[in-house]
């Protein structure tokens, strides 16, 4: 049943390569939350190769099908963090305002510790995002967290729409600004590079649609416009192929942003941060914008000063469809007691906190009808919970992806790395630091020494 | 052949001792390998203008031939890197003037290191020593590639003798080189993300620009004229698959990333400098990319047993526990790394080796060490000779010991892997430079060596060779003397000069950015030479030697 990682290692067999592994497994005797369709008491959930194939009572196992006993435990969609920077090797490309043409995708690090952590949290997929240095940042990837495989490809969950990171206010205009003396200096700047480079992008399909209609006129001569996978990619965002995903905090901006796409047909729109969300809420939802916020984490710069635990539930009772997510390898580890602090800060209703980790941030990256929820067809990712997942006592159990059990804690060793580092110093006197610090502008820390 | 053989005797005279009197040798009474596992005992090679005439037991040898008497030596094919630095001195570091720099978004080539129009045959230096130091331990032919980052030029196919660039060039380009390597910070492309796609972006700017002028070439009449490009241009043989891409690829993750430029763009692939492939095999096979592994190998500090630790194990605390878990971690990651050769061998698939990081002092140790991991001694000389000739498409010209192959030939007195065996030959394109076997050094005479006199030195550090002289002067227990810096130009005194039995160590005060650093080489003197290492502070430790300067 679990994936036996460090067996395999400890013989020295190598962790090769499989295809994107698919298991069959019946999860039993659990009290089964599946968001989307209320509360199953005592019932089953079966995964056949990858794929929750029926929920109910007194199923049976397949043949050879592993079994979990889920007695007195509680069945949750696994975890979904729209935020994270995990499993990348790089996060920001910080070396021009706009780097729409990079992907976070060819940096995936299947090697990540985090990764694992991850899933000892209960949480089975992250959006791997670009940082925010950059208005117009990296396309970002989104991932499943398939841990032990040594292959970028396993990881990304094929199929997921195209996401891409912009970035507001403070972090742009400083790299590119303060840092280089260029636009954007200031949130008006901002605006600036999001409306030439959208208009650039228009010329740009223009050039090749007049092209394309001309070239096999017999005395055709002219010339294609220059490939360009920056404005190829932006010219993408127009046609509606990539969800902008806006690092963002203040109101004015994430307006300015709206009316921005509003002028450019651009409708997939997902606001990240967005501390001041709460004031512009009905605007929100009118746009059909959404939000993926922190629980309860600000003030840690000017832009932030403003902002309240209540965002997630003001946001949620306005009906904009609301996450909460880490933006960090130590949070993503218990994005189960954030979402429960919004019981605390707007006593939203058990379903509502689940949805905010489960089935909204699968909204938001577009694969809400693949995960996000418990229902027969959808993937089998899922976590089980030792009392309920919004308890302050809820302990991860069982974290499985595709039917495979990726995190048991009952077998959970000690050293989980997948290729330890040849030269490494060992030293257990001294505490490694695997610090927290703000991985959105990682790559950027020269910038602050000056 | 007939340009091989007119060069052949320019290059005549500089590559060995004295004026040869002739271009046939013959070197008899030699056990032969010809290729793994082909092995003529006591035969004789017979070389001609630099092409092996004949190979065999008993084979006639023509009286203008210049004997050379191997009495059961060894001789085995010249040995080929896929992929190295050879001849290609690393530049000097130049600090970048950012006031000059308009926009960090599009920096100059230099600075953004896209320069695939480079030819690493126009950059070739003869004299350096790394062509000297490749071609006594065995290599005679080598890929070289420029030093630079995302893109740095045309590799070429050498030959490790010549005089000048010219006579080292077998084949001029044999594949654009490239490297996952961004440009420095604040410039694009910087990190990994922006070097792919910054990659596929030329690329496919290349076969539009390359589309564009075959039809501009048909007919030209009423286009826009094509704008010369070269950058694109360096792309055009990869696009027609004329010559492959090189891509140096140490990691697990930059093997995998640069199949996947090759699946998303097209290109034929080879991977150089492969230290962690033993996971991805098959996803390489699959890809058909020819493979160099790297002989630069992680090192096991062994560790000094402490029977009496062993005897109170009881006492173990918990973090000593940890430590041993972390220890064997580590030893199994690093035998992994030691087994990648024989693991890619059990996988059916050919490689040749690449040696743009190991220093060739160490390529016969490692070499060692891949033989206690599963390699065969007939695997290794696959993997020096056949296999590399083959993924470079020499077979007809290198690789083995037949007649009609070039005259490139390495002579040992014993087996090559035996620890004790010395290099007395070698032979490339039919020169013959001859190697002295070393006397082993007298140990415990209690005799101090002499250091006085005038000394050459050149050190390995990060800023590129320094070389200089140091000059000692005085008596035992009172020297003193100078070191001169060719890169500052400035000569400094010697703060401490000692002598300990055969040990020179000498230190004196060194100026970095306004920082006073005391330097410190030790050394061991050999009569004439010396070897040793140059420690500056916390900027680590580099290989130094030294040669005594004939008095005037």
């Known amino acids: 049943m679990k994936k036996n990682i460090l067996t395999a290692l400890l013989l020295l067999i190598s962790v090769g390569l499989q295809a994107q592994e698919k298991g069959t497994l019946l999860i039993k005797n659990g009290t089964v939350l599946t968001i989307t369709n209320g509360i199953k008491e005592n019932s089953d959930v079966l995964i056949k190769d990858g794929k929750i194939q029926k929920i109910g009572t007194g199923l049976k196992a397949p043949s050879g099908a592993d079994v979990i006993d889920a007695k007195g435990m509680y069945v949750m969609p696994g975890i979904i963090d729209a935020h994270s920077h995990i499993a990348l090797s790089a996060i920001n490309e910080a070396t021009s305002p706009v780097t729409a043409e990079v992907s976070t995708g060819d940096a995936v690090n299947p090697l990540d510790i985090a990764i694992y952590r991850a899933l000892a949290g209960g949480v089975t997929l992250s959006h791997a995002m670009h940082g925010s240095a950059n208005a117009i940042g990296g396309q970002c990837e989104t991932i499943k967290h398939r841990y032990g495989t040594v292959d970028p490809e396993e990881l990304k969950m094929k199929g997921a729409p195209r996401t891409i990171k912009f970035a507001l206010g403070e972090n742009p205009t400083r790299v590119h600004g303060s840092g280089n003396g260029i636009l954007p200096r200031t949130r008006m700047g901002v605006e600036e590079v999001f409306r030439n480079s959208f208009s650039e992008a228009n010329e740009y399909m223009a050039g090749w649609n007049e092209y394309n209609a001309k070239k096999n006129q017999k005395s055709f001569k002219g010339v294609a416009p220059k490939y360009d996978l920056r404005l190829e990619t932006l010219a993408d965002i127009l046609k509606g192929n990539i969800i902008i995903h806006c690092h963002s905090y203040r109101a004015d901006e994430i307006y300015m942003l709206m009316q921005v796409c509003k002028d450019y047909g651009i409708k997939r729109l997902v606001f990240q941060h967005v501390n001041e969300g709460f004031k512009v809420a009905p605007e929100l939802a009118e746009f059909g914008a959404m939000a993926s916020v922190f629980s309860d984490w600000w003030a840690y710069k000017f832009e932030v000063y403003y902002s309240t635990a209540y965002n997630a539930t003001i946001l949620t009772e306005n009906n904009v469809v609301t996450s909460i997510n880490s933006d960090s390898r130590e949070l993503i580890r218990h994005l189960y007691h954030e979402a429960a602090k919004t019981q605390k800060y707007g006593s939203l209703p058990n379903d509502k906190a689940l949805s905010l980790i489960t089935i909204n941030p699968a909204k938001q990256l577009g694969i809400d009808d693949r995960v996000g929820s418990l229902e027969e067809g959808k993937e089998g990712d899922v976590a089980i919970f030792k009392n309920h997942p919004l308890s302050i006592y809820a302990v991860p159990m069982y974290t499985i992806v595709d039917g495979i059990v990726e995190f048991d804690r009952e077998n959970d060793p000690a050293d989980m790395r997948i290729y330890p580092n040849p030269e490494e110093q060992i030293d257990v006197t001294i505490a490694v630091s695997d610090s927290e610090y703000d991985r959105c502008m990682q790559d950027t820390e020269f910038l602050f020494n000056h | ?552």
């Open chain 2, 1 to 552: 052949m007939l340009w091989l053989l007119s060069l052949n005797s320019t290059i005549h005279g500089q590559e060995i001792d004295l004026e040869p009197v002739t271009d046939t040798y013959a070197i008899r009474n030699a056990n032969i390998v010809q290729s793994p596992g082909r092995v003529i005992s006591m035969g004789a090679v017979l070389i001609e203008e630099g092409v092996i005439k004949s190979v065999g037991k008993s084979i006639n040898i023509p009286a203008n031939a210049k004997i050379i008497e191997a009495d059961s030596m060894y001789i085995y094919a010249g040995f080929i890197d896929g992929l190295s630095h050879i001849g290609l001195p690393k530049p000097k570091e130049k600090a970048i003037d950012r006031s000059q720099i308009k926009d960090p978004a599009n920096p100059p080539n230099d600075l953004s290191g896209i320069q695939p129009e480079r030819l690493a045959s126009a950059m070739l230096g003869p004299k350096d020593k790394s062509v000297s130091d490749m071609r006594k331990i065995g290599f005679t032919t080598a890929q070289a590639v420029p030093h630079g980052l995302m893109l740095p030029g045309q590799g070429t196919l050498i030959l490790l003798s010549g005089e000048t660039p010219d006579q080292m060039v077998y084949r001029k380009e044999t594949s654009m080189y490239a490297q996952l390597e961004g440009a420095p910070r604040r410039l694009y492309p910087n990190t990994v993300i922006g070097v792919m796609a910054k990659y596929r972006e030329l690329y496919r700017q290349a076969v539009q620009s390359k589309d564009y002028l075959k039809k501009y070439n048909a007919n030209p009449a009423g286009m826009v004229r094509p704008e010369q490009n070269f950058i694109e241009e360096a792309f055009y043989p990869v696009i027609e698959k004329k010559t492959p891409v090189t891509f140096r690829a140490e990691s697990v993750l930059d093997i995998q990333r640069a199949l996947t430029l090759k699946s998303d763009l097209g290109f034929d692939l080879m991977l150089g400098e492969v230290k962690q492939g033993w996971d991805v095999i098959d996803k390489i096979k699959a890809s058909n990319a020819k493979v160099f592994l790297s002989l630069d190998l992680p090192e096991i500090k062994e560790e000094k047993q402490d029977s009496e630790k062993d005897e109170v194990s009881a006492s173990k605390t918990e973090s000593d526990l940890e430590k041993e878990r972390l220890e064997k971690r580590k030893k199994e990651i690093i035998d992994l790394h030691y087994q990648q050769a024989s693991t890619f061998k059990d996988k059916g698939l050919k490689f040749g080796f690449s040696t743009l990081e190991v220093k060739p002092k160490d390529i016969k140790k490692n070499l060692s060490k891949l033989l206690e991991y599963g390699m065969t001694e007939s695997d290794l000389i696959a993997a020096l000779t056949t296999h590399p000739a083959e993924l470079l498409g020499l077979s007809t010209v290198m690789g083995t010991i037949d007649p009609g192959k070039m005259a490139n030939l390495v002579v040992t007195d014993k087996p090559y892997f035996d620890e004790k065996s010395n290099i007395r030959y070698v032979i490339v394109d039919g020169n013959v430079q001859s190697y002295e076997v070393k006397k082993p050094k007298k140990k415990g005479t209690g005799k101090d060596a002499m250091p006085k006199g005038k000394w050459s030195y050149s050190a390995d550090t990060p800023n590129g060779t320094v070389t200089g002289e140091i000059i000692i002067t005085g008596e035992p227990d009172d020297y003193s003397g100078t070191i001169s810096n060719s890169q500052t130009g400035q000569t400094t005194d010697l703060t401490e000069v000692s002598v300990g039995g055969g040990s020179l160590s000498l230190s004196f005060p060194f100026d970095i950015g306004g920082n006073n650093i005391q330097i410190q080489i030790t050394a061991e003197i050999d009569g004439n030479t010396f070897e040793g290492n140059m420690s500056v502070g916390q900027l680590g430790s580099f290989e130094v030697e030294g040669q005594r300067e004939p008095k005037n």
